[in-house]
């Protein structure tokens, strides 16, 4: 401030004599002053913000789809204020078959990307590779996912993502990051708690009471940038079961990297209690479509595309999030033995 004042008194003193060439220095001098003191403050500012400013632009571009039963209203809703809230470090993108739906315009109120399902099975489910080729071609992430439209997740999970950017081998490597989905009754979370979507709220209760869910049920998958061929795989479509796990087994195959990131990912399943609100109770033709499209391929285990096969993980340090590689440690012959006898031995006594 004080350095303007004294310029724009330079700058009258110049103009009362007539030396038009002073003034003229003195106005780019300003100009020079002003731009970097700004440049200054914003660096500050981006410093306050932590990481996420600085690396300029989302981490994640997360896409998901709602179903249009009215009975599921309650339960996207709560997807939508949540992933909302969690903006701009992630943006929610929702597929849609009519963008006049009530679920589409409050999604596009609370900032939502709504984008038009182009590529649909008879059912109107949207296929996989399609849905990922334009989120990637129209959106700039460091890293690009698909979740189940009633995941809610904890600021952790971008977190997560700045942090393992960050690492160099992510750079040389693709990766695919799932975890374990933990599960909650939403309709005893809602009268619990009418804002238990909010991230806070979701990363404390996620811990306190969320049920984790078997291995092999994942219901969010999040790649670097191109990170699966998406081009080489089946017509696979979303909504319908099997996809997922599909979906790791061909990442195990490809030696893309997968994470299993549930160590720092605070994440909620939100289901209506019961079967009800999952697959089974959502009255979709056609269930087994995706599994008839990859056994054509041949017989496939789909209990391989589960969290316990990754190779790498996530945990918390006192230096933040890591990324750290499982060990791959096979028990040598010998200490098989011993082990064995030491099993037989614990029977025989009991
Ligand atoms: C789209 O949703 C609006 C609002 O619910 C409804 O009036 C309209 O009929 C729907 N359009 C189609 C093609 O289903």
Known sequence: MLVACALRELLRACLRRKNHGLAVTAILLVIIIVVLTSQILTTKRLHRHGRLALEGQPALTLATTFSDNPQRFQVHSQTVYNWAALRPQLRPVLFAGNLSSSLALLAKRHGWEVQFIQDADQQGMPYINSLFKLIQEQYDSHFYGYSNGDMLFGSSLTETLYSVQRETHVKHEHFL??????????????????????????????????????????????????????????????????????????????????????????????????????????????????????????????????????????????????????????????????????????????
């Not at 479509?237 to 893309?256: Q, W």
């Open 177 to 350: 990051f799932i975890a374990q989905r933990t599960s909650v009754n939403y309709k005893d979370m809602l009268k619990m708690d009418s804002q238990f979507w909010r991230p806070d709220r979701v990363q404390e209760y996620a811990c306190t009471m969320g049920r984790p869910d078997p291995p092999t049920t994942i219901d969010f998958f999040i790649t670097t940038p191109y990170g699966i061929p998406w081009d080489t795989l089946p017509q696979l479509v979303i909504g319908k079961t099997c996809f997922d796990n599909y979906i790791i087994m061909i990442a195990l195959y490809l030696f893309v990297g997968t994470v299993d990131v549930t160590g720092t990912v605070h994440n909620m399943h939100m289901t209506g209690g019961g079967k009800s609100m999952t697959h089974s109770d959502n009255h979709l033709l056609d269930q087994g479509a995706n599994q008839r499209i990859i056994n054509q391929f041949g017989h496939v285990s789909f209990e391989l595309g589960s969290v316990a096969n990754c190779k790498y993980l996530t945990r918390k340090t006192e230096r933040g999030i890591e990324l750290g590689k499982f060990l791959d440690w096979k028990i040598p012959p010998g200490f098989q033995r011993l082990q064995v006898n030491a099993k037989e031995m614990m029977v025989s006594t009991v």
